[in-house]
């Protein structure tokens, strides 16, 4: 009870007054542990409880690491679960296909290339099928890891990747800023006749976006919509926003705010405030402005970055009332307009 419940301190303090331990209670502090991601205590107990002759079977080990492994990650802790990882090397836990997915998943968050090489090694070495779901993983993997010479090679060695695989590779391409090689795997998709899906065009979208191939951005992002029935995102239409917003290009930003069927967030306002400070846009720039503080008040970077603008286009008297609403909004907490 006192496990499930988190007290793991109390839980603790019964076990080690119990004046002896049978196989339930081995278990139930040890599965304990694995539930709150105290994998070094975990460990400890195993050992334990193995000096003891308590001996669980490999499977439900492995299956209770995984557990743990899979946890992590999916809290964005990628640091611990490589440490966990290297502790369960140390103890020689078996490991299949779902947990070095796990640890891969971790060289993604933590962009260790050394620990995706070395499991990239056990998965050839154990004999899994790489061409399966390990495949976008280990791309991906080398892909944030820096490597996409790697990541290409897994890539060409698949007979026949599905789009998550041609995802995970025109992604890595796109965070190197690798234009060329991105719209070649376009356009290698096309002609595998595989159908392209949201991610494959985010990745596309980014990487036109941080070239300043406006012509071509577009160019995708219509073709999202009409040739392949897409239904864009937010994150697909703050990219081309936000592409067009660089180009200087707002009178198509303000088409397409307009035709927008979803809620423009803050992060979209906030870079098209900015685009607009760039190029001198107040007009524009006093829409964003107004959407910014109403969807957070407190931010008092947009003040300053609205005041900036009002300053540069030569109106020092609405400068001024910025600043007089950023103070309020320091002192209040709570302040639109």
Known sequence: MYGTCGCIEEFETIFNDMPSHDVVSWNALFSAYLDLGQGAKALKLHRKMRNHQIILDD??????????????????????????FDMMEKEGTMLDDVALKCVLQACCLTGSVNVCMKVHSMIVYLGYDVSESLAPTLIHA??????MVDAQAIFDDLSAPDIVSWSACIAGHASEGDVSACFKMFERLILADVMPDELTFTSILLVCCHAGCIARGVQFFQSMVTDYGIVPGLNHYGIVLDLLSRAGDFQSVAEMLSLMHLQV???????????????????????????????QPTNLITYVMMSNIYATAGLPEHAIEIEVMRQKAAANGCYTI
């Open 59 to 84: 499977v439900s080990l492995m299956l209770s690491w995984t557990a743990m492994l899979s946890a992590l990650v999916e809290k964005g802790k990628g640091t611990e679960a490589l440490v966990l």
């Open 142 to 147: 080398y892909g944030n890891c820096g490597c």
């Open 265 to 295: 967030d803050l992060t979209m306002w906030m870079c098209l405030l900015g685009a607009c400070q760039a190029h001198e846009n107040v007009e524009l720039a006093r829409i964003a402005f107004n959407h910014a503080v109403q969807l």
